[in-house]
């Protein structure tokens, strides 16, 4: 009753967030929701009869969903169905040379054509990741995101951002193995010298300090993993 009552308000919220999804589309992102909170943990098996149930839809765009899941890498085959993959280091190594080619560059151009309503909500961010401090870590990883994504937008570079939203799911899937609490305090160290330099308008700075960043999250993952 839990799991299905879990399945349903994040069906909803999807439903009000995106009106004109399908059945494919909505079963997709209620079981990317529950790999990406970590209600679904690797290994977990995916039954097409539970989650037709759970999510009152015919067996076919549950189908359709867990086929798109597994070309994403979120869902492998098993014997009798599909079950939640485990972290991938390779995958994770790749995403981080991925970024360190983009985000980078998003950080010298936030500090060049940043906003004041831009820089308040990177303020508050930043506030809110003192107040954190690791603690809680499901919002260390929503605080993380969220510092990234405004400073994309920052930028001022619409390619930039689409790029840097494209991969956001594959980083939040990611970040449940790489990411433990001590190591978001240093994380956290990192996002504060990213964010003065910001401040300072030092484009330089700003893009260096987020090459250290990045590079920070390669260096560590085999003390995690």
Known sequence: M?????????????ENEH????????????????????????????LQ????????????????ALIRLEREN??????????????QIRDYF????YRLV????????????ITDE??????????EQRKNAGRDLRKSMALDNEFHNIIAEASGNSYILETVNSYQSRKIFN???ALQGETYKFVKNKHEAIYDAICRSDEKAAEEAMISHLRFYAKNIMQNV
């Open 2 to 14: 839990e799991e299905n009552n879990k399945y349903r308000q994040t069906l909803k919220r999807i």
């Open 19 to 46: 009106p004109f999804y399908n059945n494919t589309d909505l079963a997709y992102e209620c079981i990317l929701d529950q790999i990406l909170s970590g209600d679904l943990k690797p290994g977990d098996k995916l």
């Open 49 to 64: 009869e539970n989650l037709s149930k759970n999510l009152d839809m015919s067996r076919t765009p549950i189908r359709d």
């Open 74 to 87: 979120y869902l492998e085959k098993n014997g009798t169905g599909f079950q939640v993959c485990s972290f």
């Open 94 to 97: 790749e995403l981080c040379e």
């Open 102 to 113: 983009i985000e980078p560059k998003a950080a010298f151009f936030a500090a060049r054509n």
């Open 118 to 127: 831009q820089m308040e909500r990177l303020s508050r961010n930043m506030e």
């Open 175 to 177: 970040y449940q193995f």
